[in-house]
């Protein structure tokens, strides 16, 4: 049997699992109701209703952890992005577990390192379900992801092999998903408004966001502008780090419409235009992002629960002018990079009964296709298209304490294009498609009311990207580096495991009290790791499957203890990391510190209303590629940041704040950076507001 035969065989075995045994009329109604308890209506991967009633939250900036999640996850949700990352989102996902970024001063995209993999479409990410899939050669990270941060309702950050929707990455995702109409509105409201003002010190300076939403019968609207005007800053010498300021302007619409039984469509779209300077330009980058849904959740019936999603995005980068006019390299003025993808994705979950087993079924597929075109490209590839397929199926059988987990998912991608290495190397030709079956199995067992060890094998696969494959010609400024494409290149596979537990226990040391935490231990195996190398016989480098097997390994804690009028919260990771080296000029080094920890805590009083805390976040020394061929891994020195914060409500819906970073105006360069040191104190004053 093909492996297509068999994914098809295990998607209808799957529903067909669900529905075995379906439950009674009455046992059906109550099973649906649960449903709507985990699934915000029309919201795809929605990690924040996705795990409900499973994600601790509260009022603590640092809430999210999973408990009862039997795997690597965390959500970061609204109020930990508006007291540490309304500015930056690095800030907020350099303090989750297992979660780092490449960062860059003058970048305002985002970069996620999971795990110590980063960059090429080994970390999936996606906005509102939509993938974002820009990416661009150079001294760099190869892909950023551009979302403002003041839409965000929440992140979410899954580590590890991911079966379902959002997969196809090696080491994991993470998902930004915006605000919608329930975020603006009040219980009880038709029509509302938020709005929110920011003020920071150090070339902060000043940022804004207003959203309003209405709804009448089963149709809801909302629409918010934002926008955000910062300068150089400087560092903790005092020294002024070179074009770090941005000038921000986006807007957000979305609409809703409930109709019938269980039925909802949903309508949105996103616009995002920032000028920057970086990667010695002064550029634009334009991301426009539209989605379409409908879901189907019928009242009475368990074994339908269907999501359907159609969405487009369109992104450019345009290199303006020269940041140095003087500088050699500033040959590509008027260069613009443009990626085109449209995809959908259409999953089922049932739930149902066989026997003593309850069982939960979610079936789907996915597609995306992406068309990337340049001018005055240089080295990047001027003309190419990448799709990507999936089909996959995760089924959750619970019996008594044990909670067995068996997931599949084939993917399967398509490269087609040309490259010109230049000179006498003249044109290549790729086009290449290759499939693969990833399976994964969990295994947990709630061992008390408050501890569950779980257990977990996978599979997963990354395909290589148009840049790896296409990339060639001479660098810029009349060197001797030269690039070679690569239409023989294999796709990354990863074979790990990971032996984890959570803990929830309530009145641990006093009434009302409540600890909360994820403990965890990976172990990854990657076979044709690709990385850039100076090919032997043309003495030109190009992207390379390694021989051998790459290893990463480490511990990943998040923690969090609440009595109410006192929280503290702890995130802290260990990586051993085995990963080649990354060659200077065709990407950036992704290994992760060896430790990092972030702990926070604070206090509540006068009846929640006045906010007060702190933030300790330590990276431990940390490794940098020479310029060498092939390069060597360098030590840099670790470091320790101290932020404080506060918050007071002095009225109904109206809060102001305070918040210092860097509060002993330290000098330090941060970790896995590639451009400029950090950023010195720097006061931000706050202002939220609902109508």
């Known amino acids: 049997m093909g492996p297509k035969r068999l994914i098809l065989t295990v998607l209808l075995g799957g529903t067909m699992l669900a529905a075995a045994g379906m439950p009674d009329s009455a046992r059906a109604q109550d099973v649906a109701a649960a449903s709507e308890e985990r699934d915000e209506a029309g919201e ?26 039997p795997a690597g996850e965390s959500v970061i949700g609204q109020d930990t992005i508006r007291t540490f990352g309304n500015d930056k989102l690095d800030s907020v996902l350099r303090s989750t577990p297992g979660t780092f970024t490449r960062e860059n001063a003058q970048q305002p995209g985002v970069a996620v390192n999971i795990r110590g993999f980063e960059g090429s479409g080994r970390v999936t990410s996606t906005v509102d379900g939509v993938r974002q899939n820009f990416r661009f050669t150079g001294h760099e990270a190869s892909g950023f992801t551009y979302v403002d941060p003041a839409f965000l309702r929440s992140v979410d950050v899954r580590r590890g092999a991911v079966t379902t929707a959002g997969g196809g990455g090696l080491a994991g995702s993470v998902g930004y998903r915006t605000i919608g109409v329930d975020d603006v509105l009040s219980e009880g409201q038709d029509r509302g408004m938020i709005a929110r003002m920011q003020w920071g010190s150090n070339g902060a300076g000043p940022s804004e966001m207003i959203a309003g939403a209405f709804r009448s019968g089963g149709a809801g609207f909302v629409i918010g502008l934002s926008g955000r005007s910062s300068d150089d800053y400087k560092n903790g010498n005092g020294q002024r780090e070179t074009s770090t300021g941005q000038e921000l302007r986006s807007g957000l619409f979305k609409s809703e419409f409930e109709f019938g039984n269980g039925h909802r469509l949903s309508f949105g779209g996103l616009v995002y235009r920032n000028e920057f300077g970086a990667n010695s330009y002064n550029q634009r980058i334009d991301n426009r992002t539209f989605t379409a849904g409908y879901r189907y959740d019928p009242a009475g019936n368990a074994a339908v629960d269907l999501s359907a999603n159609l969405y487009y995005n369109d992104l450019s980068m345009e290199y303006l002018s020269p940041i140095d006019p003087d500088s050699p390299f500033a040959s590509a003025v008027g260069r613009r990079i443009r990626d085109r993808g449209i995809g959908f994705d259409v999953s089922n979950v049932s739930t149902g009964m066989i026997g003593a087993v309850d ?63 230049g000179g006498v190397f003249g044109a290549y030709r790729v086009d290449q498609s290759k499939g693969r079956l990833n399976p994964r199995l969990t295994v947990a067992w709630q061992a008390t009311d408050w501890l569950q060890p779980y257990i977990t094998w996978s599979q997963s696969m990354r395909a290589p990207t ?44 006093m009434a009302g009290d409540s600890l909360s ?15 850039a190398r100076v090919n032997p016989d043309f003495g030109r480098m190009q992207y390379v499957n390694l021989p051998g097997t790459s290893r990463q390994r480490g511990v990943e804690i998040g923690a969090g203890y609440d009595t109410g009028s006192f929280y503290m919260d702890l995130a802290y990771t260990h990586t051993d990391s085995k990963l080649p080296p990354q060659q200077p000029g065709l990407g950036a080094l992704n290994n992760l510190p060896d430790d990092i920890a972030t702990l926070t805590a604070g206090t509540r009083l006068l009846d929640r209303r006045l906010h007060l805390g702190g933030r300790i976040h330590y990276v431990s020394n940390d490794v940098a590629a020479s310029g060498d061929m092939p390069p060597v891994l360098e030590r840099t020195s670790g470091y320790t940041l101290v932020d404080a914060f506060a918050s007071f409500e002095f009225r109904e819906n109206a809060e102001i704040g305070l918040r210092i970073t860097n509060l002993f105006d330290r000098a330090y360069t941060p ?18 507001f609902r109508f």
Do not use: C
Not at 388 to 402: D, L, P, Q, V
Not at 471 to 492: I, K, Y
Not at 671 to 688: K, V
């Open 44 to 69: 795809r991967e929605n990690t924040e209703t996705r795990l409900g009633q499973i994600v601790v939250s509260g009022e603590a900036p640092q809430r999210g952890i999973a408990v009862t999640v």
């Open 359 to 421: 069982v939960r079924s979610e079936n789907g597929i996915e597609y995306f296709r992406d068309k990337v075109t340049a001018e005055n490209s240089g080295v990047n590839p001027a003309a190419g298209r990448a799709a990507t397929r999936a089909i996959f199926t995760e089924n959750t059988f619970t019996y008594g304490r044990f909670d067995v987990i068996a997931a599949l998912r084939y993917d399967h991608y398509s490269l087609d294009g040309a490259a010109d290495a």
């Open 466 to 509: 148009i840049q790896e494959t296409m990339t060639g010609g001479d660098h810029p400024g009349g060197t001797s580096a030269a690039f070679l494409p690569n239409p023989d290149l294999r796709p990354e596979r990863q074979r790990g495991w990971e032996l984890g537990a959570n803990i929830q226990r309530d009145n641990l040391f």
């Open 517 to 531: 935490a994820k403990i965890g231990f990976f172990s990854m195996d990657i076979t044709d790791y690709v990385a």
């Open 671 to 688: 970790a896995l950076s590639t451009f400029g040191s950090g950023q010195g104190r720097t006061a931000y004053l706050t202002a939220n």
